[in-house]
């Protein structure tokens, strides 16, 4: 079991530090293991990529963890750079938190190099995770966060599913939607459900949460019962939609990966 600490202060690595190493967007595994891992300090010397960046994570099983950005081709044996998202069967759940965190701030920190407001070069701040401009009176540019509202929405022993455009055939999922400005969770997901698949809801409740990092969401589920209305997909993200028997689903996410998965086979479990 891996427990993972996240901190903001800046620690120097030592021999016994974990690494997980991004080149382009793309994390280090090897094809000869099931589960996506951190390097060990003598793998990360003996790898031949060359460093660019270490970014401090915070502590795996008490050992300082970083997120290490490189160029170059790795020599260990097995070792390839594989897309985040093909590899989500391969991240172990007590994974998921660090290596999301991993991928979140090395993307940040590549898209802030410079300044949005004078255009001259960015710096990291000595005091807390954040880049600086020194040339004029821009804020600080912290990591951002996407904050996306996703929903199951429910009468009694069916749930409605939505196919997305992008989707391969009979796989549906949940509603989800990015939260606009000046708006509450609540009223996002009324606004997303309407405008997707053209029904009202009520009856709106929390569930839980779950760190997306493509490349930066965090997703809110809820569950959201059905008050009226056809369904009536938006037909530009949302092809086809339809109320499912919980006894006879199509295909949807795992749980193990996604939370639209955990919200499906959470009401599936108390309903059935």
Known sequence: MNLFNPANSIEKDTKESKYFVINSHEILSFKNE???????????????????????LGYLNEASCFAVATEGECVLDQAIFTDLRSMLGRIPDDLFSVISRAIQIQHWFEAHKFCGYCGNE???????????????????AYPKISPCVITLIHRKNEILLAHNVNFPENFYSTLAGFIEPGESVEAALEREVLEEVGIKVKNIKYFGSQSWPFPSQLMLGYYAEYSSGEITPDLEEIDKADWFKIDNLPNTPPANISISGKLIENYVKENA
């Open 34 to 56: 099931n589960f996506l891992r951190p390097l060990s300090s003598d793998e990360l010397n003996w790898s031949g990529l060359e460093i660019k960046r270490k970014h401090f």
């Open 122 to 140: 960015l710096v990291e701040d000595s005091k807390e995770r954040a880049m600086i401009c020194n040339h004029c009176d821009a804020p600080p």
